[in-house]
Structures are given as C-alpha cells and as structure tokens.
C-alpha cells in the first residue's frame, strides 16, 4: 500500500520566509497549502512549488471563520493537515519609520499586532488541534517568533515583541496538551533575516554595519529559517516538542 503523502499549511506563506519554508516542505515532497492575505500572490508560490498536489488560498488569520474555511478547504483538496506552520505577522513603525517607544504606542497598532501575530497564530493552531487526529506521530505545529522576543528587540516595537513573546507561551502550552496525541509543537526564532519585515527597518546599505554584529558575519536568509522548519517537520525531530531553535547566526547566544 503506498504511503500517504504528508500535507502542510504555511500561513504566511506568499513571500520571504514563508514561500522559502513552503518550497523547502514541497521539496521533501510534501503537499502544501499556501495561505495569505494575497491570493494571487499564495497561488503563484504554490504553483512554482516542485512536483505534488498544491494550493494557495486567501486567509485572514484574524477572522476566525475564515481561518476555519481555510482549513476546511485544504482537507478537502488535499486531506489531512500533518503541519502546520505559521508565518503570518506585521511590523508597524511609527511616522517615519522608526521604532516606536511604548509610551507612544498607539493603542490601535498594539491591538493589530497581536490580533495578526498572536491572535491569528492561536487560532490556526487551535483550528489544527481541533481537527487533528486523536494521534498522529507526523503531526508538527511549528510556530514563527522572532529574537526580538529574547533579547527585548533593538528595531522592533514593544507590540510586536510582546506578541512574538506570546508565540513562544502558546508554542509551549500546545506542545504539553499534544504530547500525549504524538503531535510536536516547536518555534523557530529568526534574527535577522533578508525579508520584506526586514527591509521596512533595514536598508541593503546598511547591510554591512548589521551583520558586523552577528557572529557569523551575514545576515540570514529565508532558506536559513526554511532548513530549521524543514528538519523539525521531520521524522527525525519527533522525539523534540516544546522548544525554540534559534535561527540568528550566533546574535544570540544561549
């Protein structure tokens, strides 16, 4: 009997990190569904995605219903959610670009934060955990946080370091409850990563001056993140649940 092949949903998944992290599943031939806010965008990725069964959709992450759509949708075209990983997330600045202080944090831009990266990862896991099976030793939950949860940022706001500090808490509370299911749920931390969230703060002149600070003396690609999320939707990562991989050239250094 032919194994069934293994499908994924990458919220996010329509460009930088999230299309890198998409290819790198399909290229382990894995189906997947590419999910974004820009459905045009989600089905030009899942299309020049290698051999398999694709699909790219529009989601909101905040809707709640939408995101239960989604998923629906994916189960029908594809079947059974394996992975899940959530990529979707927003960084706002201030008028001119820069980082905002707390103290002039604008209530409206905290509140869109978490509702897009904590929010909107709650309820694509929560949605997953509902319908996953009651085990499934290939189900993986790998959440997106960001080293500016670890070390308080430098470029990023309170907002967003405050809700990629959320994904870690959540990363670890579902991993516990899936446990006993064989289900993992892990977090990859980016540091600097040549992304759009990226070069809202960071322009390619300045590369150079960043990357004197990270050890390894560059600044990462989405195919640095996409081989970490890779290898914990593996089979050789099932005995690993609950834990952060560290994705940062050596920025920071447990």
């Known amino acids: 009997m032919e194994r069934r092949r293994r499908t994924a949903l990458v919220t996010g998944g329509a460009r930088g990190i999230g299309a890198a992290i998409a290819a790198a599943l399909a290229a382990d031939a894995v189906d997947v569904a590419v999910a974004d806010l820009d459905a045009e965008a989600a089905a030009r990725v899942a299309a020049a995605l290698p051999s398999g069964r694709h699909l790219g959709l529009a989601m909101d992450v905040t809707d709640e219903a939408v995101v239960a759509a989604g998923f629906e949708r994916v189960q029908q075209a594809l079947g059974p959610i ?147 999320v890779r290898f914990l939707a593996s089979a050789e990562a099932s005995y690993l649940t609950g834990v952060t991989i560290d994705v940062n050239g050596g920025y920071r250094m447990q």
């Open 82 to 228: 394996d992975i899940l990983v959530t990529c979707a997330g927003i960084l706002l600045f201030a008028p001119g670009g820069d980082r905002p202080l707390v103290a002039e944090t604008r209530l409206e831009d905290w509140r869109r934060t978490q509702e897009v990266n904590a929010t909107g990862c709650f309820l694509a896991c929560r949605e997953y955990v509902r319908r996953a099976p009651v085990e499934n030793p290939t189900g993986r939950i790998v959440t997106l946080s960001s080293v500016a949860a670890q070390l308080g940022g430098y470029r990023s706001s309170a907002a967003y370091i405050a809700s990629k500090s959320a994904v870690l808490g959540l990363t670890k509370a579902l991993a516990r409850e899936l446990a006993p299911r064989r289900i993992t749920a892990n977090s990859v931390a980016p540091g600097l990563i040549d992304a759009p969230m990226l070069r809202l703060s960071l322009d390619a002149a300045d590369d150079a001056k960043a990357a004197a600070n990270i050890p390894l003396g560059r600044i990462g690609t989405p195919g640095d993140v996409a081989g970490a």
